[in-house]
């Protein structure tokens, strides 16, 4: 919350925390982030953040209860453009969709030709024609006796 709210440094920008990695005693800490932007708005956002570690682990040490407080070294998260080119290049790849309208026919038509091999194979379409087993007819019951 620091990070979006209390620091002014107009150099960071459309930052997100991805995930914090913390040594095992808790004397280090890698904050992954991920910045919106080209490649020289991400640098310039990192450089940023890392001018600020101080106070941002000033605010830390507000927050824990620790003997030491974790020194933060920022580093650039390039998982979601990944994720983004792997979505584009996947796009490019796979054949078009259909539209809903050609979807929904061969849909209808593939339940159908399940229909026909189940009623061929005995399965469920070939089952008893008068339907499930009725439940018991219901008992009288008494003034006396509670209802269920």
Same mark, same amino acid.
Not at 35 to 44: K, N
Not at 49 to 53: F, G, I, R, S, T
Not at 131 to 138: D, F, K, N, T, V
Not at 140 to 148: F, T
């Given at each position: 919350?620091?990070?979006l709210?209390e620091?002014? !440094?107009?150099?960071?920008r !459309?930052v997100t925390?991805?995930?914090?990695?913390?040594s095992?005693?808790?004397?280090? /800490?890698?904050?992954h982030?991920s910045?919106?932007?080209?490649?020289?708005?991400?640098?310039?956002s990192l450089?940023g953040?890392?001018?600020?570690?101080g106070y941002?682990?000033?605010k830390?040490?507000d927050?824990?209860?620790?003997?030491?407080?974790?020194?933060?070294?920022?580093?650039l998260?390039?998982?979601?453009?990944?994720?983004?080119?792997v979505?584009?290049?996947l796009?490019?790849?796979l054949?078009?969709?259909?539209?809903?309208?050609?979807?929904?026919?061969?849909a209808?038509?593939?339940?159908?030709?399940?229909a026909?091999?189940?009623g061929?194979?005995g399965?469920?379409? /070939?089952? !008893?024609?008068t339907?499930?087993?009725?439940?018991?007819?219901?008992r009288?019951?008494? !003034?006396?006796?509670?209802?269920?």
């Open positions: 919350m620091a990070i709210a620091l002014k !440094d107009p150099r960071i !459309d925390v991805t995930h914090v990695e913390a095992g005693d808790l004397r280090y /800490a890698k904050v982030v910045v919106m932007g080209d490649q020289s708005r991400q640098e310039l450089r953040l890392q001018h600020a570690a941002l682990q000033a830390v040490a927050r824990l209860e620790t003997r030491y407080t974790p020194r933060l070294t920022f580093v998260d390039q998982g979601v453009k990944k994720s983004i080119e979505a584009r290049i796009r490019e790849v054949p078009k969709p259909e539209t809903p309208e050609e979807t929904a026919a061969e209808v038509g593939a339940e159908a030709d399940e026909q091999d189940a061929r194979a399965g469920p379409a /070939a089952a !008893d024609p339907g499930p087993p009725s439940s018991p007819p219901e009288p019951r008494s !003034d006396h006796e509670p209802p269920l």
